[in-house]
C-alpha cells in the first residue's frame, strides 16, 4: 500500500503516505499542516488529492469525524464498516461480508443502484470498556 499504489500523482502519494502513517483519522487541514513542508499550500490541493484517494477505495472519509483515513484492506467493494471509540477516538475497520450481503438485498428490494456505503458505529472499544 502506501506510496507503492500505482499511478498516484505526487500529492495523491503525499496525502496517502501521511494517512498511511498516521494510522488514525486526520481532518484535511491536519494533513495540510503536516505536508506544508513537502510544499502543499492550498486546501484545495489536499481536497483534490483526497477525492481522488476516496474514489480509488485507498482512503475513506468519515462523516461524522469529519475526517480521512487510510483504508486497511488491500481490496474491498465499496462497503466500509468502522468501529469508532467515543472515549479515546480509536478507529478500527472491519471486514463485514454478511453486511455487504444484507445491503446489497435492502438497495435490490428498492432498485437502488448503490454507489459506496460507509458504516460508522460509534461506542466504547475493548480498551475503553
Ligand atoms: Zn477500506
Ligand atoms: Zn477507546
Sequence with gaps: MGALA???????????DRLVAAGTPLSAYAILDALRPSGLKAPLQVY?????????????RLESLNAFI???H???DRTAVFLICQRCGAVD???????????ADLARA????????VLEIK?????CR
Design 6 to 16: 500505482e499511478g498516484l500523482t505526487r500529492n495523491q502519494a503525499l496525502v496517502l
Design 70 to 72: 487510510a483504508c486497511c
Design 93 to 103: 475497520e472491519e471486514d463485514a461480508p454478511t453486511l455487504q450481503g444484507a445491503i
Design 110 to 117: 428498492s432498485n437502488f443502484a448503490v454507489d459506496s456505503v
Design 74 to 76: 488491500d481490496q474491498h
Design 48 to 60: 483534490r488529492a483526497l477525492d481522488r484517494l476516496v474514489d480509488r477505495g485507498l482512503v475513506h
Design 123 to 127: 461506542g466504547l472499544c475493548r480498551g
